[in-house]
């Protein structure tokens, strides 16, 4: 299967997993099960909700969802819902001010270290800001950081962001498979089996641990 039918998404709350409209439902099933066996190890028992889309689900195509979640990874499963429910819900809770407004501590400041080049097996980067690679981070190289780290290309090596302490750092890539990746005093490994992921990805913490999320404009949007 060529184009993903599922993406996740990271929140405070947890998970969200949000399936393709016009996906057929056997092929996001697929594509879930690969997904949990890549990724299964970041989520860890974090609860997830899954959005459909704007498809009703049988009671046996949920159950066959649900069963999925459970066979192939420690999520928490909270809830299935459609668009419609999803849409109803936020309006819900716009008109209850629950939502968040933007604000300008959203947005990070500080130096920043812009590398142009490929780091490789040997090479060890250190800098009291963020990090910038325009380039692959291969395995065996390593970049630890104050602030946060972007790879603009294929992180395998090590990643530490946040490494004075800050649990606000992420890691992004455009594909994010590192042989370890660290926040603050968090640890993550990728399975050894693990394939690479088909869209960016940025890592963060959340209630203690390291999640996963992808970064798309195409769902959850």
């Not at 099933?29 to 049988?58: C, Y």
Request: glycine share 8%.
């Amino acid at each position: 299967m060529n184009n993903s039918t599922v993406e996740f998404k990271g929140t405070k709350d947890g998970v969200i997993i949000y399936c393709l409209d016009d996906a057929i439902f056997s092929d996001i099933l697929s594509d879930l099960t690969e997904k949990l066996k890549q990724r299964a190890a970041f989520f860890g028992e974090a609860p997830v909700r899954v959005d459909v889309g704007k498809r009703e689900l049988s009671e046996e195509e949920k159950e066959a969802l649900m069963d999925v979640i459970e066979q192939y990874s420690r999520l928490t499963l909270i809830s299935l819902q459609t668009r419609s429910e999803r849409a109803l819900s936020l309006a819900t809770a716009r008109r209850q001010g629950e939502t968040e407004d933007l604000r300008l501590d959203g947005f990070k400041e500080g130096r920043s270290l812009v590398i142009k080049r490929t780091l490789r097996s040997g090479q060890y980067i250190r800098f009291p800001g963020h990090v910038i690679v325009l380039g692959d981070v291969n395995p065996g190289a390593e970049i630890v950081a104050d602030g946060d780290i972007y790879v603009f290309g294929t992180l395998r090596g090590i990643a530490h962001a946040g490494v004075a302490g800050d649990k606000n750092a992420s890691v992004v890539a455009l594909r994010l498979a590192p042989t370890q990746l660290r926040i603050a005093d968090i640890i993550s490994r990728a399975p050894d089996d693990s394939a690479l992921p088909e869209q960016p990805e940025y890592a963060y913490i959340n209630d203690q641990r390291i999640m996963i999320a992808a970064i798309t404009t195409k769902l959850g949007s």
